[in-house]
């Protein structure tokens, strides 16, 4: 049994997350054969989550890059000293003559302290299992997992100060209760025949999943002090719906070795989902794989310097059956109100040919292990095909719908990985341990749909040849010298760029403007002990790669949004005597400047001081004495040092490699003690 409990300060006011949890595994031998076993893990959480994403001025990541910070915090008088309040204290600066771009009437730092913004979940994960033993060669184990999930979501914003006070005030709860059900049966044959060894299993798996939710708002608080929406006076909305989904599934895999040098494995299982029609709701998968360990053979036996030496290599399919939706082959409606009257709205589109998408992959990997296994090295090559994708294809605006669900196209993902595990150095005393990982892929799109058409979505051009990551926008030609006008490149009727240039962004061109996918991404890990002192260290890295700052745009404006925050960036905009720049003009003109473009594309290449751990252990003779089996006192950094080259931004994005104000990653520095008894 164990238990924890967590408290983690967030670096927003008003943010933070606490946690408490327990576990217990329990096994027993219930007969000779038959065993049991229960294992149960619950925690509680509670995160306190003021919008943290999103462009929204209440966003509190995003409020601080938007007003500028000479506006005061605190209300000042002329000759800038603070005003105070009839006890003494000061008074909070809402800024009711700042300009619109500078967010007047709100200062974060005064109302979310008044607001809420919870959200708690219950958790439940338990496992019980009974396990029959015909023998010692076969065994037969029924397994039942469940999950349970509450999540209660409390937002609530003041009458008083801020957001709040146009609408007095406004509340919103919602439930989200989500419950899995896993049940298998495994019938498992495991025989040693002198040096060939057998292992075959057969059985039969079944997934259950419901999600229900409720959720609701209110507005207009007669008195402030009150969080419930019982105290609020007008009913904006309620809502509710739930989910069901189930997997059906049928197994089977066999595994044999000989000699503990030749391996051979094959799987087969089929899967009944019901996102699908009952017509293609079966898909069937398989794969086999193989490895030799070399270093066993004879003609090796006699090199004592190496360890190991193991081939091994897969192929196999799998399958794939989440769009986002549970009703995948349904057309759905939505339930409107019409002047009082009820009515449906076709939101999707049926979809009834819909099927699996299958992966399928190839693996090979080399193992090698020397001097004792102080050098150790693992590369493996990965090709995965993807075929019967499922996407959502767009269609115009003007037919009701912005897509519907299909099997489209074929997608290849290959790369290698390679894993590096080092002892440079062993002694009595000392111990330095080198290990380095790195991983490479490439994305390649190898079929669509309407005879390979191009798919533009966004800031992405999907076509053959490609990648689902390539960037597709118009291309930034710098600021025009004679007059401080933003320009882009033009494109030609084949779509091709040009030499000509235009500071009318509606008559740019859009280019391939590369790639988010980066061409490596790894990490170098030292770790050292002496006597009883230990130090460790994690850095990761990411080289090449692009990345689409949206952030950023938002302090590159030139004027037009009065009061904005401005990036030092502006302070070297056009003038007739600074003309060889690439920040235009100042004007309150929409010139469109920041309208998306490569002018904002950044090279994702980074490196971060991931983890940094010193540590003391007191001599075992000494622990002993009062009875520990172990005492050790550390301090740990995460986060410590990030080097990018692009200022402001959190170079950790997702692989959209588009940033989208973010709660960005912190900084922490802990220490603790490590007791064993």
């Given amino acids: 049994m164990s238990g924890s409990y967590l408290d983690d300060q967030g670096i927003a006011i008003e943010s933070g997350f606490k946690r408490y949890n327990v576990r217990a595994n329990i096994d027993g031998k219930m007969k000779s054969w038959l065993n049991a076993g229960l294992n149960i893990a619950g925690s509680s959480t509670q995160q306190k989550y003021p919008q943290s994403e999103d462009s929204n001025t209440a966003n509190i990541i995003n409020f601080s890059r938007l007003v500028p910070s000479f506006y005061p915090y605190y209300e000042r008088a002329a000759d800038g000293s603070y005003v105070l309040d009839e006890n003494g204290n000061k008074i909070y600066d809402f800024?009711?003559?700042?300009?619109?771009?500078?967010?007047?009437?709100?200062?974060?730092?005064?109302?979310?302290?008044?607001?809420?913004?919870?959200?708690?979940?219950?958790?439940?994960?338990?496992?019980?299992?009974?396990?029959?033993?015909?023998?010692?060669d076969l065994k037969f184990r029924s397994t039942y997992s469940l999950d349970y999930i509450n999540s209660n979501t409390h937002n609530y914003t003041n009458p008083t100060v801020g957001f709040g006070v146009d609408t007095k005030g406004s509340v919103s709860k919602s439930n989200v209760r989500t419950v899995g059900q896993t049940w298998n049966n495994i019938l498992t044959f495991d025989k040693q025949f002198d040096l060939h060894h057998l292992n075959v299993?057969?059985?039969?798996?079944?997934?259950?999943?419901?999600?229900?939710?409720?959720?609701?708002?209110?507005?207009?608080?007669?008195?402030?002090?009150?969080?419930?929406?019982?105290?609020?006076?007008?009913?904006?909305?309620?809502?509710?719906?739930?989910?069901?989904?189930?997997?059906?599934?049928?197994?089977?895999?066999?595994?044999?070795?000989?000699?503990?040098?030749?391996?051979?494995?094959?799987?087969?299982?089929?899967?009944?989902?019901?996102?699908?029609?009952?017509?293609?709701?079966?898909?069937?998968?398989?794969?086999?794989?193989?490895?030799?360990?070399?270093?066993?053979?004879?003609?090796?036996?006699?090199?004592?310097?190496?360890?190991?030496?193991?081939?091994?290599?897969?192929?196999?399919?799998?399958?794939?059956?989440?769009?986002g939706t549970y009703y995948a082959y349904q057309g759905l409606y939505t339930i409107s109100n019409s002047l009082g009257e009820g009515g449906t709205v076709t939101s999707r589109l049926p979809t009834p040919?819909?099927?699996?998408?299958?992966?399928?992959?190839?693996?090979?990997?080399?193992?090698?292990?020397?001097?004792?296994?102080?050098?150790?090295?693992?590369?493996?090559?990965?090709?995965?095909?993807?075929?019967?994708?499922?996407?959502t294809m767009p269609m115009p605006y003007s037919s009701g719908y912005s897509g519907y669900d299909a099997n489209i196209g074929s997608l290849r993902n290959r790369g290698f990985d390679i894993d590096i595990h080092t002892i440079p150095v062993l002694t009595e005393n000392f111990r330095w341990n080198l290990d380095v990982n790195l991983s490479h892929y490439t994305n390649k799109i190898t079929s669509l749909p309407n005879n390979n058409k191009d798919i533009i979505t966004g800031t992405r051009a999907l076509r053959v040849g490609g990648t689902i990551y390539d960037f597709f926008m118009p291309e930034w030609a710098?600021?025009?010298?004679?007059?401080?006008?933003?320009?882009?490149?033009?494109?030609?009727?084949?779509?091709?760029?040009?030499?000509?240039?235009?500071?009318?962004?509606?008559?740019?061109?859009?280019?391939?403007?590369?790639?988010?996918?980066?061409?490596?991404?790894?990490?170098?890990?030292?770790?050292?002990?002496?006597?009883?002192?230990?130090?460790?260290?994690?850095?990761?890295?990411?080289?090449?790669?692009?990345?689409?700052?949206?952030d950023y745009i938002q302090l590159m404006h030139t004027g037009n949004n009065v009061g904005r925050a401005w990036s030092v960036e502006m302070l070297n905009h056009w003038t007739p005597e600074n003309t060889a720049t690439n920040v235009p003009k100042l004007t309150t003109d929409n010139l469109n400047w920041t309208s998306t473009s490569t002018r904002f594309l950044y090279d994702a290449t980074y490196a971060r001081l991931k983890n940094v751990s010193l540590g003391y252990s007191l001599p075992g003779d000494l622990i002993r004495r009062i009875g520990l089996g172990k005492l050790r006192v550390f301090a740990t950094a995460e986060n410590l040092l990030t080097f990018y080259g692009h200022q402001g931004m959190d170079p950790e994005q997702t692989l959209n490699g588009a940033t989208y104000f973010r709660y960005p990653a912190m900084r922490t520095i802990s220490g603790g003690l490590q007791l064993v008894f």
């Fill in 95 to 136: 800024g009711l003559y700042r300009p619109s771009g500078a967010t007047p009437k709100n200062n974060l730092a005064a109302s979310l302290p008044l607001d809420k913004n919870d959200i708690r979940r219950e958790n439940v994960a338990a496992r019980a299992y009974l396990e029959a033993v015909f023998s010692k």
């Fill in 201 to 323: 299993l057969a059985g039969q798996e079944y997934y259950d999943f419901n999600s229900s939710n409720m959720s609701g708002s209110r507005q207009g608080f007669v008195l402030p002090g009150f969080y419930e929406p019982v105290a609020a006076s007008q009913l904006n909305n309620f809502t509710g719906s739930s989910v069901d989904y189930s997997l059906l599934s049928f197994l089977g895999r066999a595994e044999y070795n000989y000699d503990n040098r030749y391996y051979f494995s094959t799987s087969l299982r089929t899967d009944g989902s019901s996102r699908f029609a009952p017509e293609t709701r079966w898909g069937t998968f398989w794969s086999v794989g193989g490895s030799w360990k070399i270093a066993q053979e004879n003609f090796l036996k006699d090199v004592s310097a190496l360890n190991q030496l193991t081939l091994r290599a897969s192929y196999g399919g799998q399958g794939n059956d989440n769009l």
């Fill in 353 to 391: 040919d819909l099927k699996w998408e299958t992966n399928l992959n190839f693996n090979v990997g080399l193992d090698v292990a020397a001097f004792k296994n102080r050098v150790s090295l693992s590369v493996e090559y990965f090709n995965r095909q993807s075929k019967d994708l499922l996407f």
């Fill in 478 to 550: 710098g600021v025009n010298p004679e007059n401080g006008l933003p320009q882009w490149y033009v494109a030609d009727q084949d779509g091709k760029k040009t030499d000509q240039k235009t500071s009318e962004y509606t008559k740019a061109g859009f280019f391939d403007a590369g790639s988010s996918l980066p061409d490596l991404i790894g990490g170098v890990s030292n770790s050292f002990s002496y006597k009883n002192f230990d130090l460790s260290a994690l850095v990761s890295f990411s080289l090449g790669g692009q990345v689409l700052d949206n």
